[in-house]
């Protein structure tokens, strides 16, 4: 969330008597700009949770929490493997990584996950709901002021730096009365309404373009457990590669995806400019392609590849899962890994139509038996490129881009209001600006 407290003087003096410990950002006071009977500790809001996990067989997932405060289930990880004791979390709850918390490991576990397990690492508090609303501590977490604080709190040899829970819970916030918390998030809840909006159009588009594509195909061979082929129409002797030619088969119409699209691999060396900071980009299953970091060509180890606007790359391990995306704009200087596969469209497909097609259920359905290996299955471009499609009609492709370009655009616009939205809702936990339907006046 984009700070809006006010800027700390460089210079300044404490007594010894008021230090708690001896580092510069232990010098850290509350600034908060609400009246003082609002102004509590943390455990005023949260009550320290430890429930063992007790049946080993059963062991609820492991999570995952982001730099950003949302947490994720880990991959599934044999039971042996897991050093200590694990304690439970429910969805509502606050959990916080001791390590890096001051990097905003810290959060609410999601209704997503009803019940997760952590590690000693990962101490877990219930919100008082008398007290607390789970979403208004949520909130105040992502404030600038409040990361600021909790890297005051840090001790311990350097790389392994923690926050303590004793220390967590003695942070003094502001804590309103609840129907001001609610005001805020409500807030909060308006703008994010906004993007899900616009992204659902995102969604409706494509589940249409896979019910298009479901309804020009026979998907038999796709679908049924057993199937018979003549040899000679085997291409390998493996059950992907049946179903492959079975599907080829029962759709004799269609054309590769090669007849609209080339590989686009153009390779270049940034270990030769080590001064300079490449753009580096990826692409997963949730955000397609997304920017990664700036890396200096110094840190570089072999040649990357090239991306350019309106092309396509895919990681050949994960595309299986919707690991594929198009190129937004992107710096000319824009590289991704040399083990992403790069392509683009050539002609006879609209490029905004196959942007969607490839996200669809349909067209990941096609991947997942076109790809080749045993162990580690992988889709690598000219496997992509055999894949068979049906012909779309130009209409309907141009009809499914033009649609996209106004869902992106009402994307960009509602997360310019969201991004906004975050510097108020800051200002309003920090106390320098009025909460509607709040008769308090916390300035």
Not at 4 to 26: E, Q
Not at 140 to 166: C, D, H
Request: glycine share 4%; hydrophobic share 40%.
């Amino acid at each position: 969330m984009t700070t809006a407290a006010t800027t700390r003087p460089r210079a300044f003096a404490v007594l010894f008597k008021d230090l708690d410990r001896w580092n510069p950002g232990s010098f850290v006071q509350s600034d908060w700009r609400w009246p003082k009977e609002f102004i509590k500790p943390l455990s005023t809001a949260l009550r320290a949770k430890h429930l063992a996990v007790t049946n080993e067989q059963l062991i609820p997932p492991m999570i995952t929490i982001r730099f950003d405060g949302e947490m994720e289930q880990r991959s599934s990880r044999s039971n042996n493997e897991i050093k200590g004791k694990l304690f439970l979390a429910h969805s509502g709850d606050v959990v916080y990584s001791k390590i890096d918390v001051r990097n905003g490991a810290i959060g609410i576990v999601p209704e997503s996950l009803p019940i997760v397990s952590v590690t000693n690492e990962f101490p877990v508090y219930e919100v008082r709901k008398d007290d607390a609303l789970p979403m208004y501590i949520k909130l105040l977490f992502r404030t600038e002021f409040f990361r600021l604080t909790i890297n005051s709190m840090i001790s311990g040899a350097s790389g392994r730096k923690r926050v303590q829970p004793t220390q967590l819970v003695d942070v003094e916030v502001p804590l309103p009365p609840l129907p001001t918390q609610q005001a805020i998030v409500d807030y909060w809840k308006a703008a994010q309404t906004s993007i899900s909006d616009a992204e659902n159009r995102l969604v409706t588009l494509k589940q249409r373009v896979n019910d298009y594509l479901h309804s020009l195909t026979i998907m038999e061979p796709c679908e049924r457990k057993a199937f018979a082929l003549s040899w000679d129409k085997l291409e390998s002797w493996d059950v992907k590669s049946s179903r492959a030619s079975a599907f080829k088969l029962a759709n004799p119409t269609f054309k590769p995806f090669g007849e609209y699209a080339e590989e686009a691999t153009e390779l270049t060396r940034p270990k030769l400019e080590p001064e300079k900071d490449w753009p580096v980009y990826g692409v997963n299953n949730k955000e397609g392609v997304f920017f990664s970091d700036y890396q200096k060509g110094a840190d570089f180890n072999a040649s990357y590849k090239r991306i350019r606007k309106d092309w396509f790359f895919h990681n050949p391990t994960r595309s299986s899962v919707g690991s594929l995306g198009i190129v937004p704009e992107v710096p000319e200087d824009a590289i991704t890994s040399p083990e992403y596969q790069v392509w683009r469209i050539r002609n006879g497909l609209q490029t905004g139509f196959a942007a969607v097609m490839i996200t669809t259920e349909y067209f990941i359905k096609l991947i997942q038996f076109n790809r080749v290996g045993a162990v580690k299955q992988r889709l690598y471009v000219e496997n992509l490129l055999s894949i068979p499609i049906p012909e779309i009609p130009e209409e309907f492709q141009r009809e499914v881009a033009d649609e996209r370009e106004k869902a992106l655009t009402a994307i960009a616009e509602a997360r310019i209001k969201v991004a906004k939205a975050a510097i108020e809702v800051e200002a309003m936990i920090l106390g320098t600006k009025r909460v509607e339907s709040c008769a308090i006046k916390c300035d």
